[in-house]
């Protein structure tokens, strides 16, 4: 059973950063495509990013348009970690964030239902 935890979220002023930790103890993440999800309060859970596993490749990296050139996702390998840096933060950001992975090693533009693993989540609040 893989376990994926989230940390880094937290409460952040309009404008502001946060970066988003996803670990998973015992699994290389590096192997596997490693998305990010979001679910706001009363909306559908949404994809914001995915990585491709740089295994034998440059690991590919994907947005939504609506993060697009605000947030960053990335992989450090020795720390078997992917981050999502979320720079220029909204108040439309708020939302539970998820990492999860359908266990490919690269993105495909699939939905939640997709996924196979998931962590709990990790709540930002953006607002002053």
């Known amino acids: 059973q893989v376990q994926l935890v989230e940390s880094g979220g937290g409460l952040v002023q309009p404008g502001g950063s946060l970066r988003l930790s996803c670990a998973a103890p015992g699994f290389i993440l590096d192997y596997y495509s490693i998305n990010w999800f979001r679910q706001a309060p009363g909306k559908e859970r949404e994809g914001v990013s995915c990585?491709?596993?740089?295994?034998?490749?440059?690991?590919?990296?994907y947005y939504a348009d609506s993060v697009k050139g605000r947030f960053t996702i990335s992989r450090d390998n020795a720390k078997n970690t992917v981050y999502l840096q979320m720079d220029g933060l909204k108040p439309e950001d708020t939302a539970v964030y998820y990492c999860?992975?359908?266990?490919?090693?690269?993105?495909?533009?699939?939905?939640?239902?997709?996924?196979?693993?998931w962590g709990k989540g990790t709540l930002v609040t953006v607002s002053s």
């Open positions: 990585i491709s596993s740089s295994v034998g490749s440059v690991g590919s990296t």
């Open positions: 999860a992975t359908d266990t490919l090693s690269n993105c495909r533009g699939s939905g939640w239902r997709a996924m196979e693993f």
